[in-house]
């Protein structure tokens, strides 16, 4: 049983472009949660969905970044235009249920230059 | 969610047991006590959890004082592979969503 993928593992975007994350769950996980770990601190909770609910966007910035969980495929985070402050590493977990153990992905260390 | 504080860094010799400390001076009744680890650039491991009782699994042992204001958590037998970063989260009930990993210990295990 593959664990969660994230890819991918390393983006370097020059501001003002798009950033698309990916994370594929591990089979049979129908929960993903966002985290984002800004260099030097603590990880930072951003959004948790369901299958194509978002249950808790509260983390989320109000603005350029989205998160969606579709039926068929990965849960993507979009981040428009980013900025120099956006450059961190983003991680990606998933549990088969809300209060089960979660399992984070390697995550995507996004660089905007 | 109540705050936790933890000492920044600790050593540990290979194949002591760790013993690292917690304190949730504030924690209410309804907050669980969560032990995370992160591994060098990878993504946080859970390690295990609990509310008042102590609690052990394969991976370690976490003992929580009769007040709650403080708990332990203990890997048994240390390994290189331990070395890493430990938080520790409280959070209201169970659940995987808005847990604040704050800066956490830095857990180095000397050979």
């Known amino acids: 049983n593959a664990g969660v993928m994230q890819n991918p593992r390393h983006l370097v975007r020059r501001r003002g472009q798009e950033a698309r994350l990916r994370c594929s769950p591990m089979?049979?996980?129908?929960?993903v949660y966002w985290y984002r770990q800004l260099p030097e601190e603590g990880l930072k909770f951003m959004v948790y969905l369901q299958k194509e609910n978002i249950i808790d966007e509260s983390g989320m910035p109000k603005e350029r970044f989205s998160a969606e969980f579709p039926k068929e495929g990965p849960s993507i985070l979009r981040i428009q235009q980013v900025v120099r402050g956006d450059s961190a590493a983003y991680f990606c977990?998933?549990?088969?249920?809300?209060?089960?153990?979660?399992?984070f992905g390697q995550g995507t260390r996004l660089t905007v230059v | 969610d109540a705050k936790t504080t933890q000492p920044p860094s600790m050593d540990c010799a290979e194949g002591r047991a760790a013993n690292l400390p917690c304190n949730h001076s504030t924690i209410s009744g309804n907050e669980y006590v969560y032990w995370y680890r992160q591994i060098h650039s990878q993504g946080p491991q859970y390690i295990i959890h609990?509310?008042?009782n102590n609690e052990t699994n394969e991976m370690a042992s976490l003992i929580i004082t009769e007040d709650r204001k403080s708990s332990t958590l203990i890997l048994p037998h240390a390994t290189l592979r331990d070395t890493a970063v430990y938080y520790c989260?409280?959070?209201?009930?169970?659940?995987?969503?808005?847990?604040?990993f704050g800066t956490g210990t830095r857990l180095t295990i000397i050979p």
């Open positions: 977990a998933s549990g088969r249920d809300r209060a089960t153990e979660a399992f």
């Open positions: 609990g509310l008042k």
């Open positions: 089979k049979g996980h129908s929960h």
């Open positions: 989260i409280v959070r209201v009930g169970r659940g995987n969503e808005k847990l604040t």
